[in-house]
């Protein structure tokens, strides 16, 4: 079983920046897709990024694009979320969870499981 620990997150004003770190443990497949996610409140769960351990595949919801880079350690078997430019629209809790594919790492509903986030906040 994969467990994950998502930490980093912080207070932060307009045109900060922030650098999330999730890490895994347990048993991971080097096919797996690795990706974040976050909840702001009132709303549901949305997919923000998502990496595989190789490299070759990389996504990013528009509302991040330019602003955010995903990117991994395979040796720690961690992953991070440089987060720059933030806006109060990026205040949420922020999680990471591993997926088979590219598709199914996009549909944050399917997840059985998730750790305990880290708080980001964006003040004006």
Not at 95 to 117: K, V
Request: proline share 3%.
């Amino acid at each position: 079983q994969v467990r994950h620990e998502e930490s980093g997150g912080g207070s932060v004003q307009t045109g900060g920046s922030l650098r999330l770190s999730c890490a895994f443990s347990g048993r991971t497949s080097s096919r797996e897709i690795m990706g974040w996610f976050r909840q702001a409140p009132g709303k549901e769960r949305e997919f923000v990024a998502a990496l595989s351990w190789s490299g070759s595949t990389i996504k990013y919801t528009d509302s991040v694009k330019g602003r955010f880079i995903i990117s991994r350690d395979n040796a720690e078997r961690v992953l991070y979320l440089q987060m720059n430019h933030l806006i109060p629209e990026d205040t949420a809790i922020y999680y990471c969870n591993t997926a088979p594919n590219i598709t199914l790492i996009q549909i944050p509903n399917r997840f059985a499981s998730w750790g305990q986030g880290t708080q980001v906040t964006v003040s004006s």
